[in-house]
Nanobody, 118 residues
Framework: QVQLVESGGGLVQPGGSLRLSCAASGNIFTVNVMGWYRQAPGKQRELVATITRGGGVNYADSVKGRFTISKDSANNTVYLQMNSLKPEDTAVFYC????????????WGQGTQVTVSA
């Protein structure tokens, strides 16, 4: 069993910054990818950023240069530093873990609200 616990969401003004954290616990295997997705009202869930166990990163074009994903492998924690936030970044942000154990398995956090508004 795997649990993902997110923290760090909130209300911020345009141009501001927030840092999200996601701590994974349970049966965490070495071949895995952690990441962040988001879902705005009335829209589909979309990729924000991912990071592999080896440190390879991938970003959505809309957040490149503004968001940075990082990890603490020893503590199975992934972070998302969000700078220069825009109103269109408003969404529920979800932590995601995909890992290999005879097959790819996927887990989701409960989500944390990020609201960018003046």
């Amino acid at each position: 069993q795997v649990q993902l616990v997110e923290s760090g969401g909130g209300l911020v003004q345009p141009g501001g910054s927030l840092r999200l954290s996601c701590a994974a616990s349970g049966n965490i295997f070495t071949v895995n990818v952690m990441g962040w997705y988001r879902q705005a009202p009335g829209k589909q869930r979309e990729l924000v950023a991912t990071i592999t166990r080896g440190g390879g990163v991938n970003y959505a074009d809309s957040v490149k240069g503004r968001f940075t994903i990082s990890k603490d492998s020893a503590n199975n924690t992934v972070y998302l530093q969000m700078n220069s936030l825009k109103p269109e970044d408003t969404a529920v942000f979800y932590c995601n873990l995909r890992q290999w154990s005879a097959a790819w398995r996927e887990y989701w956090g409960q989500g944390t609200q990020v609201t960018v508004s003046a």
